[in-house]
């Protein structure tokens, strides 16, 4: 079946613009992440979503970054005003329900979008 | 201190030898345990889920020491494919929080 799918696939924009980053989970996944990955970083947790929830927002590096998920299923995620420090690589990834069993369910990653802040 | 630490290497390693890669995690918390490969350019995938009794998938072995917080990946018979960046994973279960935190990469090049 269809992956994880993010769009765009890259994006190149001016510093103080704002941007939208869009990602499309595995069907049937209750469970969104976004990451990021800066040159030669490892991956950074952004925020979390069960169902249209967020009860985890505490990788969110600041209020200019926003996320929203609608319908359980494709979540965008906002950057107002770009920085250049937000140059990287924006990663989403889905997985099966969350419970208590969660321990192992494994995280399926989109090919992530590219932004870059001239 | 990061959560995750690893050597970054990189690793370069002619075809057929065995490469280790450790790991330590600062969080007592951490309650499971992957390791992900990345390609150049290209997103993380699953390679295996580490295991307290320790786990084998063909050339791959996984070995978790909860005591003292360390996890490693051996690689036998190393092959010119498995050249990527190794990305040691754990998930800590404290309230509300279910990311995944990641360690920086191991980066192994493997030689012809």
């Known amino acids: 079946g269809a992956g994880v799918s993010q769009s765009p696939s890259n994006k190149v924009t001016e510093k103080g613009k704002d941007v939208e980053l869009r990602c499309d989970p595995i069907?049937?996944?209750?469970?969104l992440y976004w990451y990021r990955q800066s040159l030669g970083q490892g991956l950074e947790f952004l925020i979390y979503?069960?169902?249209?929830?967020?009860?985890?927002k505490s990788g969110l590096p600041s209020d200019r970054f926003s996320a929203e998920r609608t319908g359980g299923s494709v979540s965008t995620l906002t950057i107002q005003r770009t920085q250049q420090e937000d140059s990287a690589v924006y990663l989403c990834?889905?997985?099966?329900?969350?419970?208590?069993?969660?321990?192992?369910?494994?995280?399926?990653f989109g090919p992530g979008t590219r932004l870059t802040v001239l | 201190r990061k959560e995750v630490e690893q050597d970054p290497g990189p690793f370069n390693v002619p075809e057929g030898a065995t490469v280790a890669f450790n790991c330590t995690y600062s969080?007592?918390?951490?309650?499971?345990f992957f390791w992900y490969r990345q390609d150049c350019r290209k997103e993380p995938k699953l390679l295996m889920s580490?295991?307290?009794s320790g786990n084998e998938d063909g050339r791959f072995t996984a070995q978790l020491n909860r005591a003292s917080q360390y996890i490693s990946l051996l690689i036998r018979d190393s092959k010119l494919s498995d050249s990527a960046t190794y990305l040691c994973?754990?998930?800590?279960?404290?309230?509300?929080?279910?990311?995944?935190?990641f360690g920086s990469g191991t980066r192994l090049q493997v030689q012809p």
């Open positions: 990834a889905s997985s099966l329900a969350v419970g208590q069993a969660d321990f192992y369910n494994e995280q399926f």
């Open positions: 069907s049937g996944h209750t469970a």
């Open positions: 979503f069960q169902g249209n929830s967020a009860p985890d």
């Open positions: 969080n007592s918390a951490s309650q499971s």
């Open positions: 580490v295991y307290s």
């Open positions: 994973v754990v998930k800590i279960m404290d309230t509300g929080r279910r990311a995944l935190t």
